[in-house]
Structures are given as structure tokens and as C-alpha cells.
């Protein structure tokens, strides 16, 4: 099974900038769909940013301009750069990777902007 392990995590004032981190372990990792999403309390799970293997990048209109996805396929890593950020970016972020029906998650980073 891949096992992928995040970080980057913290607490950061409005107008901040952290950078997650998801190291993953398995095969073919430049093969695999990534992304991040995130979830406040009381909302659902949202998409934030996409990598598909493809090469293209796509993100949600909340954090264009803001955040950029990438991935080092020699690390086997995704990063989440996350630049300006607003309180109501507060939530946990999930990495994920998708390959054909196989989907694996994060353990979750709790990212919290202040006021």
C-alpha cells in the first residue's frame, strides 16, 4: 500500500506563507493523480489544488494567485506552497494521491491563520 506522510503544517498570521509537504512511498509515483484538499470545521471537504499526471495544474478560484501545487517526482514528494494567506484558509489539509481505482490520503495538517 503507498503510506504518504505530510508536514508543513502550523500557525501563521493573515498575510503568512507555509508549505506543506507530502512525501509519499510506492510505485510509479509520477504516475499518479495528486492533489490537496482541505476541510474546515462544519464544511465539507473541498478540492484546493490538482496535479494530474498529465502535467497540468488546476485550483480552486478561492486560492488562485495564492497557492501553487507542484510535485518532485525524484523526491516522490507533492508540496503545497501556500503564500497570503486569509483566516478562512484555516482548516485541515489532506493530501491525496489517485492511481486508476486506487485512492490514498494524508493523515491530515492542521494549518490555522490568525486574525
Known amino acids: 500500500q503507498v503510506q504518504l506522510v505530510e508536514s508543513g503544517g502550523g500557525l501563521v498570521q493573515a498575510g503568512g506563507s507555509l508549505r506543506l509537504s507530502c512525501a509519499a512511498s510506492?510505485?510509479?509515483?509520477?504516475?499518479?493523480?495528486m492533489g490537496w484538499y482541505r476541510q474546515a470545521p462544519g464544511k465539507q471537504r473541498e478540492l484546493v489544488a490538482a496535479?494530474?499526471?498529465?502535467?497540468?495544474?488546476n485550483y480552486a478560484d478561492s486560492v488562485k494567485g495564492r497557492f501553487t501545487i507542484s510535485r518532485d517526482n525524484r523526491k516522490k514528494t507533492m508540496y503545497l506552497q501556500m503564500n497570503s494567506l486569509k483566516p478562512e484558509d484555516t482548516a485541515v489539509y489532506y493530501c491525496?494521491?489517485?492511481?486508476?481505482?486506487?485512492?490514498?490520503w494524508g493523515q491530515g495538517t492542521q494549518v490555522t491563520v490568525s486574525s
Open positions: 491525496n494521491f489517485r492511481y486508476g481505482l486506487q485512492t490514498y
Open positions: 510506492g510505485r510509479t509515483f509520477s504516475s499518479y493523480d
Open positions: 496535479a494530474p499526471s498529465d502535467g497540468t495544474t
